[in-house]
């Protein structure tokens, strides 16, 4: 029996909707573990393309059962909408193929104001989020404020966390000149929408003890890029949640040793939304053909990703805290044309070499690229289905970075088409 956990392996936005659409069509449970509705997969089966944020993969699929754990912030408004936009394409969506973990946390619309206030309110510092209340609403887990999904069923309980929550939030709000919270509408909207997803809601743990015990294959579905994640990202340039592979066990309420292989999604480039870091960030021609062939827009806020060439040290450094058993590299013929192609094998400090990203904010920001160059190919790799079909030059840029990162590549994607894809080994052929 196999489990696989994807994640992202750089900063988001690598192409992980094919790719976990091709894995959850042979699974039998699909799991989001972390993150909310910042995510952006897009989906294309037969011609209809389908856009989800928080709901996982697997649930245009019938026939697949969707878990949303624990380790997820759910705003419920967000989650009906979704709901009813793929039931409107004619998705079946119904208390027995979605169910919705009882200890997951609620976002609320004071999150989302919240964030959207930080992020105007100090340009210099903003740090670019999808201003969908994710930072704030994990904040009041941690600070132990939130409202989770199992309480909505006792009026008293909800009554008292919104008090709990305004006596942090008001404060907050009073200092941006906005109003308090208006407490009994917040609670009455709560109530209202509760009537709407209470079907969904139970103890998925338990579901999934059962499923191990069946044999049932799971897909553990990352959201994100490891590095945004909150303790080993680009802090403080990362979003409020583990987006490692180790997260899926918390946040599913499954034990680690259910985590049989992990599948590191990695654009054949680099790219990344918001500010932060991002030692192989090009500015140039070269930025202009990636961000044009590749059409990096993100797929959440529609704003431009900044473009680069391929990191082998952050990849790397990412494949060795996840865990990462095989990678996949996707939009190998965004890079078709190039007269060479850079790769970022280790950074320069000062006057010292390393070949990690360091931890300290300074330190990051000060790191220069330091690249190996490789012959482009003149062909095109679009639509290629066969590893021995590549060009050379192709072949060798992947095993280049097969060395530099010390993990195989296991999948290539030549083009968005789903079938348009090299494998070379299937996860869930592994044991
Ligand atoms: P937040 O998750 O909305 O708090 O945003 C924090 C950082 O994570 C920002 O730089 C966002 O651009 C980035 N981010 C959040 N979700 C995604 C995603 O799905 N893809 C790429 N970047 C993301």
Known sequence: MVNVVVIGSQWGDEGKGKLVDWLSSQADIVVRFQGGHNAGHTLVID??????????????????????????????????????SLQSE??????????????????????????????DSSPKNNLGTTRRGIG???????????????????PKTVKNRVDLM??????????????PIDKENIYKD???????????????WQEL??????????????????????????????TSSNTLAGY???????????????????????????????????????FDQLAKRGNEIGTVTGRPRR???FDSVLVKQVAQISGIKGLALTKLDVLDGFDEIKICIKYKIGNKFIDYIPSSISEQSEVEPVYESIRGWKTSVRGIRNWLDLPREAKEYIQFLEKQIGVDVDIITTSPEREDTIVKRNPFDEI
């Open 47 to 84: 011609d209809v393309t389908y856009k989800l944020s928080l709901l996982p993969s697997g649930i245009v699929r019938p026939g697949k059962l969707c878990i949303i754990g624990n380790g997820v912030v759910l705003d419920p408004w967000k989650l009906v909408e979704e709901i009813h």
């Open 90 to 119: 004619g998705v079946t969506i119904t208390p027995e193929n979605l169910k919705i973990s009882d200890t997951a946390t609620l976002i609320l619309p004071f999150h989302k104001e919240l964030d959207a206030m930080r992020e």
């Open 136 to 154: 704030p609403a994990y904040e009041d887990k941690v600070g132990r404020r939130s409202i989770r999904l199992g309480d909505l069923k006792d």
């Open 166 to 179: 305004a006596l942090h939030h008001d404060p907050l709000r009073s200092y941006f000149g906005v109003n």
């Open 190 to 204: 709560i109530m209202n929408i509760f009537s709407k997803i209470k079907g969904h809601i139970s103890p998925v």
């Open 209 to 238: 003890r059962n499923s191990i015990y069946q044999k049932k294959k799971i897909l553990f579905e990352g959201a994100q890029g490891a590095l945004l994640d909150l303790d080993h990202g680009t802090y403080p340039y990362v």
């Open 248 to 286: 899926a066990s918390i946040g599913s309420g499954i034990g680690p040793q259910h985590l049989n292989y992990i599948l590191g999604i990695t654009k054949a480039y680099t790219t990344r939304v918001g500010s932060g870091p991002f030692p192989s960030e090009l500015f140039d021609k070269n």
């Open 307 to 309: 473009c680069g060439w």
